[in-house]
């Protein structure tokens, strides 16, 4: 079945560092990936999708990769800040066919003042 | 504004009561949907649907009950059946097709006392 991983341990970084996370998948190769920002105790917020045939997309100060040959896809965010702090989600389609996200554990990023 | 609607925020539940979950959107999406979240996972599909008057279900569905009477409503009902129903449970409704980027509600945080 296919297996959706992202790093469990918190990243921790200092404000105005680039933060990078890592979503890995196995058994199967999704279309495009979502990912998401999720506050504690609230939904999910969807923040970029990228495509098979992108190798990146970037959005103010965020950017996502795909790469199809190994499988991964990294999210930056680059002069980090303390509201940055969340966990983020990835989210490829489900691969039976459907258009449902399935998604990761997501990776706690704390910005330190 | 456009969005989804989740009640009760929190809800408490004595061992072997029903309780149902209320989920409206006026996004004019045609699928919505429920995930359970648990501390340390990532989301897990309970039920979707994808038409009124039709749902599906996910990964976890036992003890869990839905119906789509309407494009707008999706609630959840949680049955005395489900094991272990203390989670925080997120609604989302999505267009099901292209990307299907999802919108989420607030979340509803179960307890069962």
Known sequence: ?113 | DGGITQSPKYLFRKEGQNVTLSCEQNLNHDAMYWYRQDPGQGLRLIYYSQIVNDFQKGDIAEGYSVSREKKESFPLTVTSAQKNPTAFYLCASGTDSGANVLTFGAGSRLTVL
Request: aromatic share 10%; proline share 8%; net charge positive.
């Open chain 1, 1 to 113: 079945s296919q297996k959706i991983e992202q790093n469990s341990e918190a990243l921790n970084i200092q404000e105005g560092k680039t933060a990078t996370l890592t979503c890995n998948y196995t058994n199967y190769s999704p279309a495009y990936l979502q990912w998401y920002r999720q506050d504690p105790g609230r939904g999910p917020v969807f923040l970029l999708l990228i495509r098979e045939n992108e190798k990146e997309k970037r959005k103010e100060r965020l950017k996502v990769t795909f790469d199809t040959t190994l499988k991964q896809s990294l999210f930056h965010i680059t002069a980090s800040q303390p509201a940055d702090s969340a966990t983020y989600l990835c989210a490829p389609p489900n691969p039976g066919g459907s258009y449902i996200p399935t998604f990761g554990r997501g990776t706690s990023l704390i910005v330190h003042p």
